[in-house]
């Protein structure tokens, strides 16, 4: 099933560790996002990329950096995790980019910082 | 920060009521999208509107575009023990790239 494919699907980790979160999608969109999502705050933008090769900071970046090498893989790398990272991360992508909307998501990624 | 109030942030239903779920924002907006979250996954896309005014219905799912571009609102008749989960707006400032969430609305149906 076509789609986008989130790992790890949970993770403990020690806070200054450094974690990657890794993000697939085979449906060739051109855009792909990061979100993190925690209890009353929604979706939160962290990084986003509207075509292989560009990458911008949405609303909370700090402290997460990504890379588009390609269309399809777009991971997301915490260089020293600290305990107010642990959150649901989702992974989503777009046919076009701007964030125009009618995001595809993936399954999330659980990760707790202790 | 936030720039859209969702509400409410919780419903507890009895099956086959009606529900009903707002966005608002100060600011003027030319996309808003409902999404639907269920336990443990990600949110899947239900309606997305792109003019004001707009009303379109997905079988007992109906939203509205505000007409003053600044609000929309998402109803559910007859709900059914699958509707439970989180429901958030989401929408596209006039001007801006950035699509912005709402807090979401988690739906509870007691059978």
């Known amino acids: 099933i076509a789609g986008i494919t989130q790992a790890p699907t949970s993770q403990i980790l020690a806070a200054g560790r450094r974690m990657t979160l890794r993000c697939t999608q085979d449906?060739?969109?051109?855009?792909m996002y990061w979100y993190r999502q925690d209890l009353g705050l929604g979706l939160r933008l962290i990084h986003y990329s509207n075509t292989a090769g560009t990458t911008g900071k949405g609303e909370v970046p700090d402290g997460y950096s990504v890379s588009r090498a390609n269309t399809d893989d777009f991971p997301l790398t915490l260089a020293s995790a600290v305990p107010s990272q642990t959150s649901v991360y989702f992974c989503?992508?777009?046919?076009?980019?701007?964030?125009?909307?009618?995001?595809?998501f993936g399954e999330g990624s659980r990760l707790t910082v202790l | 920060g936030q720039q859209l109030n969702q509400s409410p942030q919780s419903m507890f239903i009895q099956e086959g009521e009606d529900v009903s779920m707002n966005c608002t924002s100060s600011?003027?907006?030319?996309?808003w999208l409902w999404y639907k979250q269920d336990p443990g996954e990600g949110p899947v896309l239900l309606i997305a509107?792109?003019?004001?005014?707009e009303l379109t219905s997905n079988g007992r799912l109906t939203a509205q575009f505000g007409i003053t571009r600044k609000d929309s609102f998402l109803n559910i008749s007859a709900s059914i023990p699958s509707d439970v989960g989180i429901y958030f707006c989401?929408?596209?400032?006039?001007?801006?790239?950035?699509?912005?969430f709402g807090q979401g609305t988690r739906l509870t149906i007691n059978p």
């Open positions: 989503a992508s777009s046919l076009t980019g701007g964030n125009t909307g009618e995001l595809f």
């Open positions: 600011s003027i907006f030319n996309t």
């Open positions: 989401a929408g596209r400032i006039q001007g801006a790239q950035k699509l912005v």
């Open positions: 449906m060739r969109h051109n855009a």
């Open positions: 509107l792109y003019k004001a005014g």
